[in-house]
């Protein structure tokens, strides 16, 4: 008997997708599996007859979604230790110079992305469709907002509305994760919008390195006073 899509278990449609994305990275093969996997979930209820259909909200929409981003490194004492790999991801992130990422998990509208930003680079002023929340998972960096280049460090959360000029600059390499809703591609050309340097100025034109304590008008008077954070030079 011929087997149809019907017949087949979710690990053989798993191993049929593994199969045909074998060409992308571990963890985006993964994450993309996975991410299949839901549509096609969503594509077989939707095709129910209505009675046959499930009820909303005791069933889920789709299966889980889940993807390891760290090492369990154990407990020292009271203190979760976790492993987070300081290197490049396989996807180059769009309109940027030399950010590069991996996805993690995406729902379509919400999803996450481990970024990894190399020392002296980042992103350039920019806007965004709808807001993300950037952990700082390994290494220094900077974000700009509002007139101001302040520091960030592991352990930091921070959030800027996506509709506000900012930008993100990496010290030492730099490892973020990045939640956002709605979720972009990182290779999406509307993941973000690069903007004018001016609109990171704050409301008397100027804009304050809160490390180097320089304050200027632009990035390159900035620069010509010894400053080395500003995001004037990172492109996109």
Request: with cysteine.
């Amino acid at each position: 008997m011929t087997e149809t899509r019907d017949d087949l278990t979710t690990q053989q449609i798993i191993s049929l997708l593994t199969e045909e994305l074998h060409d992308l990275d571990p963890v985006e093969r993964k994450a993309k599996t996975v991410e299949l996997l839901a549509v096609f979930g969503r594509a077989k209820a939707a095709s129910l007859a209505p009675e046959e259909r499930p009820e909303s909200p005791e069933t889920p929409p789709g299966p889980l979604l889940i993807c390891d981003w760290a090492e369990d490194l154990g407990l020292d004492g009271s203190t979760q230790q976790l492993g987070i790999d300081v290197a490049p991801g396989p996807t180059k992130v769009s309109k940027t110079a030399a950010a590069t990422g991996h996805s993690l998990v995406s729902s379509g509208h919400v999803g996450a992305d481990i970024l990894h930003v190399p020392a002296g680079s980042g992103f350039a002023p920019h806007t965004h469709p709808g807001d993300h929340l950037l952990f700082v998972l390994a290494g220094s960096g900077t974000i700009s907002v509002a007139g101001e280049i302040v520091p960030t460090r592991p352990g930091q959360v921070y959030m800027v509305e996506g509709a506000v000029t900012h930008a993100v600059g990496a010290v030492t390499d730099h490892m973020i994760l990045a939640v956002g809703a709605p979720h972009r591609r990182l290779d999406s050309p509307d993941r973000q919008e690069l903007t004018a340097y001016a609109a990171l100025l704050g409301d008397l034109g100027e804009i304050t390195c809160r490390i180097c304590d320089i304050r200027g008008s632009s990035g390159e008077e900035l620069a010509a006073k010894g400053c080395t954070h500003s995001p004037h030079r990172f492109g996109g």
